[in-house]
Every structure is written in structure tokens, then in C-alpha cells.
């Protein structure tokens, strides 16, 4: 059974940092590409951040450059969101992703997502 598991969110005063987590199991996480994606009430969920699997190369949307890292621990099955310099505009709902496309399928699974509020 697939799971994805997020974790770290909560409040935070702008300007302050945090680390979400993502806990997969139930498929072979290393060779999945993870996402971050959020949703502010109102809005679209829009991607945050993506890193590839066995290479590890991420790529972030422009508003998260330079604020926001993500990573990966292949070995614990984990990726993470380490955000920091957060603004109010970055309160939102954190989803995590898993994504793998093959010639005949494509895979795609879901976290529960976890809340991040960004208020002083």
C-alpha cells in the first residue's frame, strides 16, 4: 500500500524557517521523482519544488529560489522541504508528490498534505 506521510508543518512568524517531511513507503521511492506542491485557500495548487530520483537534480518554481531547499534521503525514503525567510503569501496546505512515468504508465501518488501558516 502506498503511503506519503508529511510532517514539520505548523505556525511560524514571517521571516522564520521550517523543515516539512515526507515519509513514502509502498513503492520503490529511489527511482520516483518528488514534489512539493501547495495550496492557499482560494488558489490552484501550484508546484513548489521537484528533485529527481536516482540523480537527485531539483528544480524550484521562481518565488521559492533562493528561499526554499529541497532534498532527498534515499536511504530513509524521505524527501524533505527545508523553507526559510517565510512570508505570509507562503501559508498554504504542503503536499508531497510522487511521480514516475514509464513507456505505458504513469504513476502518481498524493500525501495528505500538511498546513504551514506564516502569521506574526
Known amino acids: 500500500q502506498v503511503q506519503l506521510v508529511e510532517s514539520g508543518g505548523g505556525l511560524v512568524q514571517p521571516g522564520g524557517s521550517l523543515r516539512l517531511s515526507c515519509a513514502a513507503s509502498?513503492?520503490?521511492?529511489?527511482?520516483?521523482?518528488m514534489s512539493w506542491y501547495r495550496q492557499a485557500p482560494g488558489k490552484e495548487r501550484e508546484l513548489v519544488a521537484r528533485i529527481t530520483g536516482l540523480g537527485g537534480v531539483a528544480q524550484y518554481a521562481d518565488s521559492m529560489k533562493g528561499r526554499f531547499t529541497i532534498s532527498r534521503d534515499n536511504a530513509k525514503n524521505t524527501v524533505y522541504l527545508q523553507m526559510s525567510s517565510l512570508k505570509p503569501v507562503d501559508t498554504a496546505v504542503y503536499y508531497c508528490n510522487a511521480n514516475r512515468r514509464t513507456m505505458v504508465r504513469q504513476y502518481d501518488y498524493w500525501g495528505q498534505g500538511t498546513q504551514v501558516t506564516v502569521s506574526s
Open positions: 509502498g513503492f520503490t521511492f529511489s527511482v520516483y521523482a
